[in-house]
């Protein structure tokens, strides 16, 4: 099958401080991930997508210098939240697509703000 | 501009009830679409796969069909458990690699 590993699953960071999330495909390649922030009770909002040794695309409206993104390898892209403010804290999922499986997301990763 | 609304947007059922989610796209040009589950808390599991060029797939008591030409996919649950509660998103793929997503049914199955 195939498999997105996500970590942390919960980080709370003091305001100010920046925080990496992690999001690894576990038997397949990914030249692209994706990322997505999800507010309680609603959908999922594309942040931005990731790709293999090139720079992320950002979706419109998502602040590219606040939310750094990284896929240095096949099998591994970050994304880190800079200098995180309280109106940061959310549900952070990542996604990568496996010919034959879809997307394949991850368990996402709640970021608390305080 | 694609966009895929779920009907309904919330439901409720006795357990053992067979069970219908809706999902209906604007823009027939999909490459894809996929079924997932979201327990609360958590992120999304894939539960079917449809290709543009498939009508129907099958996974156990899930049943996900897919009527292209008219904009729109059943997930048919059958014999309800109230495991299957959760909230239930629908996603297709167009020309490049982004899913849009609905806003999802939130199924409560009662024991």
């Known amino acids: 099958g195939a498999v997105v590993s996500q970590h942390p699953s919960r980080v709370i960071c003091k305001s100010g401080t920046s925080v990496k999330i992690e999001c690894r495909s576990l038997?397949?390649?990914?030249?692209?991930m994706f990322w997505y922030r999800q507010f309680p009770k609603q959908s999922l909002m594309l942040m931005a997508t990731?790709?293999?040794?090139?720079?992320?695309?950002?979706e419109q409206g998502v602040e590219k210098d606040k939310f750094l993104i990284n896929h240095a390898s096949l099998t591994l892209s970050t994304l880190t939240v800079t200098s995180a403010h309280p109106e940061d804290s959310s549900f952070y999922i990542c996604?990568?697509?496996?010919?034959?499986?879809?997307?394949?997301f991850g368990s996402g990763t709640r970021l608390t703000v305080v | 501009k694609q966009e895929v609304t779920q009907i309904p947007a919330a439901l409720s059922v006795p357990e053992g009830e067979n069970l219908v989610l809706n999902c209906s796209f604007t823009?027939?040009?999909?490459?894809?679409l996929q079924w997932f589950r979201q327990d609360p808390g958590k992120g999304l599991t894939s539960l079917l796969l449809i290709q543009s060029s498939q009508r129907e797939q099958t996974s156990g008591r899930l049943n996900a069909s897919l009527d292209k030409s008219s904009g729109r996919s059943t997930l048919y649950i059958a014999a309800s458990q109230p495991g299957d509660s959760a909230t239930y998103l629908c996603?297709?793929?167009?020309?490049?690699?982004?899913?849009?997503f609905g806003k999802g049914t939130k199924l409560t199955v009662n024991p």
């Open positions: 990731s790709n293999e040794g090139s720079k992320a695309t950002y």
């Open positions: 823009d027939s040009a999909i490459y894809n």
């Open positions: 996604s990568a697509m496996n010919a034959g499986y879809g997307y394949t």
């Open positions: 996603a297709v793929r167009g020309g490049s690699e982004k899913l849009v």
């Open positions: 038997d397949f390649q990914a030249t692209t």
